[in-house]
C-alpha cells in the first residue's frame, strides 16, 4: 500500500518508458525497502500479501455471448469444462530479493475455482 501511494504522487506525466520508467522503479523499490525496515523494525517478517485483485483477464469476451461469460464469472456460477489437474506439491515458496525463502500454503486448481465462486458469490 505505502509503495502504491507514494508511487501514485511520483508520475510526471512524460508518459512511460526510459528515464521516468527507470526512476519510478527506483522510488518503489526505494519505499519497498523503508517498508520492509519498518515492519522488522516493530518486530514483524516479511511476508507475501497480495494487492489488488488476485483475478485478472487477458483478452476480451467473446463477443457471440454477449455478456454471459462476465455475468457468469462476476455471480460464481462458473464450473470447469475439463478435469482439472491435482495439486502437485502442498507449498511454494516465496524468494525475496535478498536471497531468503519463506513457505507459503498452494491451493488445487479446484479449490482455487470454488474460493473464485465463493468469492463472487459472498464478497
Same mark, same amino acid.
Given at each position: 500500500?505505502?509503495?502504491?501511494?507514494? *508511487? @501514485?504522487?511520483?508520475?510526471?506525466?512524460s508518459g512511460?518508458g526510459?528515464?521516468? %520508467?527507470?526512476? %519510478?522503479? *527506483?522510488q518503489? $523499490?526505494?519505499?519497498l525497502? $523503508?517498508?520492509?525496515?519498518?515492519? *522488522?523494525?516493530? @518486530?514483524?517478517?516479511?511476508a507475501?500479501?497480495?494487492?489488488?485483485? !488476485?483475478?485478472?483477464? !487477458?483478452?476480451?469476451?467473446?463477443?457471440?455471448?454477449?455478456?454471459?461469460?462476465?455475468?457468469?464469472?462476476?455471480?460464481?456460477?462458473?464450473?470447469?469444462?475439463?478435469? *482439472?489437474p491435482a495439486l502437485?506439491?502442498?507449498?511454494?515458496?516465496v524468494?525475496?530479493?535478498?536471497?531468503?525463502?519463506?513457505?507459503?500454503? %498452494?491451493?488445487?486448481?479446484?479449490e482455487? %475455482?470454488a474460493?473464485?465462486?465463493?468469492?463472487?458469490?459472498?464478497g
Amino acid at each position: 500500500m505505502t509503495a502504491v501511494a507514494v *508511487l @501514485g504522487g511520483c508520475a510526471t506525466g512524460s508518459g512511460p518508458g526510459g528515464d521516468d %520508467l527507470d526512476r %519510478l522503479r *527506483l522510488q518503489a $523499490r526505494d519505499a519497498l525497502t $523503508r517498508y520492509d525496515q519498518a515492519v *522488522l523494525a516493530a @518486530g514483524g517478517a516479511q511476508a507475501f500479501v497480495p494487492v489488488g485483485e !488476485l483475478t485478472g483477464q !487477458l483478452g476480451d469476451w467473446e463477443q457471440a455471448n454477449g455478456d454471459n461469460n462476465k455475468q457468469a464469472l462476476l455471480t460464481g456460477r462458473i464450473v470447469p469444462a475439463t478435469a *482439472l489437474p491435482a495439486l502437485g506439491q502442498p507449498t511454494g515458496k516465496v524468494v525475496w530479493e535478498n536471497g531468503r525463502t519463506q513457505p507459503v500454503p %498452494l491451493a488445487s486448481a479446484e479449490e482455487a %475455482l470454488a474460493r473464485l465462486r465463493d468469492r463472487r458469490v459472498t464478497g
